[in-house]
């Protein structure tokens, strides 16, 4: 599993029945954001259709606790247009993760006050909410489209 203090691993996905076998490795997957998860889709018994969706490029994004959502949304070699679909998909998916509760005037008014783009190391650059909205309609259109 480790060489040299590294996984050969990105995901580790597992049937409900095999979790208690895990517990031995909690302590080195816990930390690194590997250990499955039922609310993450990593535990379950179609473990074929969770396979394809980590394939197929499926990206979770968590909150820490002060409202702030992480998520990786590219690397550098990406083009540009690559990563104007990567923000629209995860802007699609924060809106369809938005709390039924919350309604305002605009689907952003009240759930997103800010949002900025920054390399793991870097400085971090504003992007405009109706920038975000261009992006998530432009990945809509191109979802109905290949529909």
Known sequence: MTRGGKLSFDKCIA???FMPRLSKVARILG????MPNPKLGSVTN??????KAAKSGRVDFKIDKTAIVHVGLGKVNFSDENLRENIGAFVHALLLAK???LKKTSKYVGYVKKFTLSSTMGPGFSVTIPSLSAAADHYNDNKVQAS
């Open 31 to 34: 930390p690194r954001g590997l």
């Open 99 to 101: 709390p039924v509760g």
């Open 15 to 17: 049937t409900p029945m």
């Open 46 to 51: 179609d473990v074929s259709g969770a396979v």
